[in-house]
């Protein structure tokens, strides 16, 4: 069932994607360095800032997100599942990178909830593959089991080669695509918990793991990247694919979700500038954007005539709820285009809430939405005016069906007529021959 729910919500989020994907301008005052972004807001499906979105760039660990998908999609029980760990999967791994420490631990049982904080808070390398192995009966087939999901998202930029993200030149996604593996991946069991925790210790470990995305702490590198906002995801990195970044973060009942990909990096200047940029461009979408009401229940969409009524008048047609967009708080009004679809007239009696036609509005070459426009008032009929103008338009749309009517009914008249006459002509005469053979006798 879970695994129903998340697909259901997946489809969801690609329509979501499809709908809002616009040329709007919103104005962004950021200048990421990240050779790719993707910022959308997850409330109303607009993307509100992209760069090369579409270019396929390589990932990271950033990976380990799809990974923690498969993980979710087939495994129920995080807690009492449990997997040994195996030495053989961890062969070939570099030592050098990122892992939880699993090596230390060959032989030992651990659950899928902690191998999972293992994987994706220090950006354990080594839990991944074992998850892999596991859940995949194979690392190979789990790779494929990646793919197919991708395939089933609608990700048609990405492909995958490992279940971590070390490089590889047939490893790679867009800055969209994960942004759709992200939001499927937030509505999956304990995502959202395992990844926006700062400090976990495992069942079996002598120490804890710090999650590598500092902007979710100020202990980390001095605050420089703490933002009180932010909710997860996942970090990633490595020389090929440079720094990575998926975030959201909320606030003011806003959520925003933010993808960066190969953004630039030096030991030297040790700087993450996909924190730093991810942090400008969440303060310029809470600070500049917000839910603007194009149209109001009570906005007049059009005056429409009442036909059948004492004297002249006019009915105010309303839209039947809000329509309200993700706009820039001082948004171009004159860009705003509106498609009503009402009749010219209306016949009364009209009650309040009956559906008249559609408005649909749009914002530059972003499709806002359509609502239905509805009768704002009761109008009673006049039914002496009503009825002359019924007889009225009956005579006017009837006239020629009337005329000849009435021929039919002269020429039925005259046709009675010169019966009459005829017949009486015809008594007339035997009337006479009847006296003149009287007269005889």
Avoid at 7 to 28: K, Q
């Amino acid at each position: 069932m879970k695994r129903i729910i998340c697909t259901v919500l997946a489809i969801a989020f690609i329509i979501l994607t499809a709908l809002s994907v616009s040329a709007v301008d919103y104005g962004c005052t950021v200048n990421p360095v990240a050779k790719a972004v993707y910022l959308k807001n997850l409330d109303t499906g607009a993307v509100v800032y992209q760069k090369e979105a579409e270019q396929q760039m390589y990932p990271a660990s950033t990976t380990k997100i799809m990974t923690y998908v498969i993980v979710a999609d087939n495994i129920a029980d995080f807690d009492n599942t449990m997997v040994t760990v195996d030495e053989s999967v961890l062969n070939g791994l570099d030592p050098a990178s990122t892992v939880m420490g699993l090596a230390g631990h060959i032989g030992e049982s651990f659950s899928i909830r902690d191998l999972l904080y293992g994987m994706m808070l220090p950006s354990g390398n080594d839990a991944a593959l074992v998850l892999a192995d596991y859940v995949g009966k194979g690392i190979e087939n789990f790779v494929q089991m990646m793919n197919a999901k991708a395939a089933e998202l609608c990700c048609t930029g990405t492909h995958f080669v490992n279940p971590h993200g070390l490089y590889d030149s047939n490893h790679f996604t867009t800055a969209k695509d994960l942004s759709v593996i992200s939001e499927y991946a937030m509505k999956c069991q304990s995502f959202m918990d395992i990844t926006n925790t700062v400090e976990y210790k495992p069942s079996g470990f002598e120490y804890s793991f710090k999650n590598t995305n500092y902007m979710l702490y100020s202990e980390a590198e001095s605050g420089n990247y703490y933002y009180q906002y932010t909710k997860g995801i996942k970090t990633g990195y490595t020389d090929e694919a440079g720094k990575c970044l998926v975030t959201s973060a909320e606030k003011d009942g806003f959520t925003y979700l933010c993808v960066e990909l190969g953004t630039a990096y030096s030991y030297s200047e040790d700087i993450n500038y996909a924190m730093l940029d991810a942090k400008s461009l969440y303060e310029w979408a809470f600070n500049d954007l917000g839910k603007q009401t194009v149209y109001g229940p009570s906005d007049i969409v059009k005056s429409i005539p009442v036909k059948y009524v004492t004297g002249d008048k006019e009915l105010a047609a309303v839209p039947e709820k809000e329509v309200v967009a993700l706009l820039p708080n001082n948004y171009d009004k004159n860009l705003v285009a509106v498609d009503i679809k009402c009749p010219d007239t209306v016949e009364a009696p009209v009650h309040k809430g009956d559906v008249l036609g559609t408005v649909s509005v749009r914002y530059d070459d972003m499709d806002l939405g359509t609502t239905n426009v509805i009768a704002s008032e009761d109008i009673e009929r006049n039914q002496i005016k009503y009825f002359f103008a019924k007889t009225a338009e009956f005579i006017k749309t009837h006239v020629i069906v009337i005329i000849i009517g009435v021929v039919l009914i002269i020429l039925l008249i005259i046709l009675i007529l010169a019966l009459r006459a005829r017949h009486k002509r015809a008594a007339r005469a035997r009337a006479r021959e009847q006296a003149r053979r009287r007269f005889r006798d």
